[in-house]
C-alpha cells in the first residue's frame, strides 16, 4: 500500500446523502483537503518536466539569441507537454471525485494521450519563449538609449500573450476531458473555440489565471523556483479547471462520482462528543488547506526577510582573466575598491560585487569547464549591463570574441583603455599571491599578474572609476 492510500484510502466520515455538491471556494477547500498530496506530487513531476524549458528558453532569452530560443522551445517543450497534461488531467479527475490511485491515473493518462499532448506543449513553450524574447528585445534597446516601443506596441505584446493564455489553456482543458479517440491538435483547438463561444467569461477568466501564473514564474524566474515547486503549477491549474469544469462537463458528458453517504451513528452522542466529531470531520476534510496556508504563509515570511537582509551591490566589476584568481585575492581587490566607493544605495553598507571570469580568447589556457562557465556568465553579464568597470588580461582577444569594447568605446577603443599599472589605486593594493604549481612550491604576486592589464570603463556612471582615479591627480 502507497503512503498515499495509507492516508486517503481509509473511509471518510461521509457527508450527508442530501448533500448538494460544493461550489465556488468550499469546493476548492473541499478537494485541496481531500487530494493536498496527490496535487503536491502532481507539481513536483511537472516541474521536473517543465525545468528543461524553463532553462532552455531563458538562456536564449538572456543571450538574445532568438534561433537559440526557438529551437529550445521545440525541443524541450515536449516533456512540458507531458507535465502540463498530468497536471490538468490530476486537477480535472480531482473536479470528478475519481477515488482511483493517482500513479495509477498518471501512467494511463500519459499512455493514452501524449501523442496530442507533446505537440501541443511544444507548440505552446516555443511561441511563449517568442514572445518572450520580444519583450526582452524591446527592453534592451530601450535600456541601451533606443526609443520607447510605444503603449501600442506593448499593448499588443501583452494581447499576444493572453490569446496564447486562453488558446492554449482551454486545449489543454480539452486534452484531458475528451475521448482518447478525439485528441489531435487541431481537435483541441476546435473544441477550445466551442468553449469559448458557449462560455467566454468563464473561458477568458480560467485563462487569465494561468496567464498571471506564468507570469510570476516568468519575471521573478529563477527566483520564483521555490514557488514552483509548492505552488507554481497546482495552485493556477486547478483554480483554472474549477473555473472550464462546467464548460467541459456540459461538451463532454463528464461523470462526477457521487458522494459518500453518511453512516449511521452506533448510538446517540452527547454534546461534548458532537463537538469532537465536528472538529474531527472538518479536520478530515480541510488538513491540506491548513498546511497550504501555513506553507504560503511561511513562504512570504522567507520572502520578506530576503528582501530585507539582502545587501545590494553598489557597484560591479568585472575581471576577465585566464589564471585562476584565488578567493582571497579576489576578496582583497574586493576590498580595496570599496575604499574608494560610496553607499550609493542607503543600505549602510559599501559593497561592489567582484564578478571573476575565467576566460581567455586561446581555450587551451584555460580549463574547459571554467572557459564554458565564464563565457555564459559573461554573456549575461554583457546583455545585462551589470559590470561598468572590465579589469581585461586579454583586451583584443575581448573584443574578437564578444565586440563590446568597439560597441560601447568606439572604433579607437584601443586608446581609450588603461592600464593597471598607471592607476595608484589599483597598482598599490595588496592583493595576496597565489600557487603557481600543483605542490605550492612556488608561487607568483597577484600584482604581477595583474601589472600587464588593462581596465575597460563601459560605463562609469555609478563614479567609481571617477574616485579610483581622482588618487593619482
Known amino acids: 500500500m502507497s503512503w498515499f492510500d495509507a492516508i486517503y484510502g481509509r473511509p471518510g466520515r461521509g457527508v450527508g446523502p442530501d448533500e448538494p455538491e460544493k461550489k465556488g471556494l468550499a469546493r476548492f477547500a473541499q478537494i485541496l483537503g481531500r487530494d493536498f498530496g496527490q496535487l503536491i506530487a502532481t507539481n513536483f513531476v511537472t516541474c521536473v518536466c517543465i525545468l528543461p524549458a524553463a532553462m532552455g528558453v531563458s538562456l536564449g532569452v538572456i543571450l538574445l539569441n532568438f534561433p537559440f530560443t526557438l529551437l529550445a522551445g521545440l525541443v524541450t517543450g515536449l516533456p512540458a507537454g507531458a507535465g502540463l497534461l498530468l497536471m490538468a488531467d490530476c486537477c480535472m479527475r480531482s473536479l470528478c471525485n475519481d477515488p482511483s490511485p493517482w500513479m495509477y491515473r498518471a501512467v494511463q493518462t500519459v499512455k493514452t494521450r501524449w501523442k496530442a499532448a507533446l505537440p501541443l506543449g511544444t507548440l505552446t513553450v516555443t511561441l511563449l519563449g517568442g514572445l518572450c524574447f520580444v519583450w526582452a528585445f524591446l527592453f534592451a534597446l530601450l535600456d541601451g538609449g533606443g526609443q520607447y516601443p510605444g503603449g501600442a506596441v506593448l ?43 458557449l462560455a467566454p467569461a468563464r473561458s477568458i477568466g480560467g485563462s487569465a489565471v494561468l496567464f498571471a501564473g506564468a507570469a510570476v514564474l516568468i519575471v521573478f524566474f ?125 543600505d549602510g553598507v559599501v559593497l561592489v560585487e567582484l564578478n571573476v571570469y575565467t576566460w581567455s580568447a586561446d581555450a587551451s589556457l584555460t580549463d574547459m569547464n571554467s572557459q564554458m562557465a565564464g563565457a ?77 592589464y588593462k581596465v575597460a570603463v563601459l560605463d562609469d556612471s555609478a563614479g567609481l572609476w571617477a574616485a579610483l582615479t581622482a588618487q593619482g591627480e
Open 376 to 452: 555564459t556568465r559573461m554573456n549575461t553579464d554583457l546583455a545585462n549591463g551589470s559590470s561598468g568597470i572590465w579589469i581585461l588580461a586579454d583586451p583584443a582577444g575581448f573584443e574578437e570574441a564578444y565586440g563590446a569594447l568597439s560597441e560601447t568605446l568606439g572604433a579607437d577603443w584601443e586608446s581609450q583603455l588603461y592600464s593597471w599599472a598607471d592607476v595608484p589605486a589599483l597598482a598599490n593594493a595588496d592583493l595576496g599571491s597565489y600557487d603557481t604549481t600543483a605542490d605550492g612550491s612556488a608561487s607568483q604576486s597577484v600584482q604581477e599578474l595583474f601589472a600587464g
Open 222 to 346: 529563477p527566483v520564483s523556483t521555490f514557488w514552483a515547486i509548492l505552488f507554481g503549477f497546482w495552485l493556477p491549474v486547478l483554480v483554472a479547471m474549477q473555473l472550464f469544469f462546467p464548460v467541459l462537463r456540459r461538451l463532454y458528458d463528464l461523470e462526477v462520482e457521487a458522494a459518500e453517504t453518511a453512516p449511521e451513528p452506533d448510538a446517540a452522542l452527547t454534546e461534548k462528543q458532537k463537538k469532537a466529531a465536528r472538529r474531527a470531520n472538518w479536520w478530515h476534510y480541510h488538513w491540506g488547506l491548513v498546511v497550504a496556508v501555513a506553507v504560503l504563509a511561511s513562504s512570504v515570511v522567507y520572502v520578506i526577510h530576503g528582501l530585507n537582509t539582502t545587501i545590494d551591490p553598489d557597484y560591479s566589476v568585472a575581471v576577465v582573466t585566464a589564471d585562476t584568481l584565488p578567493d582571497a585575492s579576489a576578496q582583497r581587490l574586493q576590498a580595496a575598491l570599496e575604499a574608494y566607493g560610496e553607499d550609493r544605495n542607503r
Open 155 to 197: 499593448a499588443f505584446l501583452g494581447f499576444d500573450m493572453l490569446a496564447l493564455a486562453v488558446g492554449g489553456g482551454l486545449a489543454l482543458a480539452v486534452l484531458v476531458a475528451a475521448a482518447p479517440s478525439d485528441l489531435r491538435l487541431g481537435e483541441l483547438f476546435r473544441g477550445a473555440g466551442h468553449m469559448l463561444l
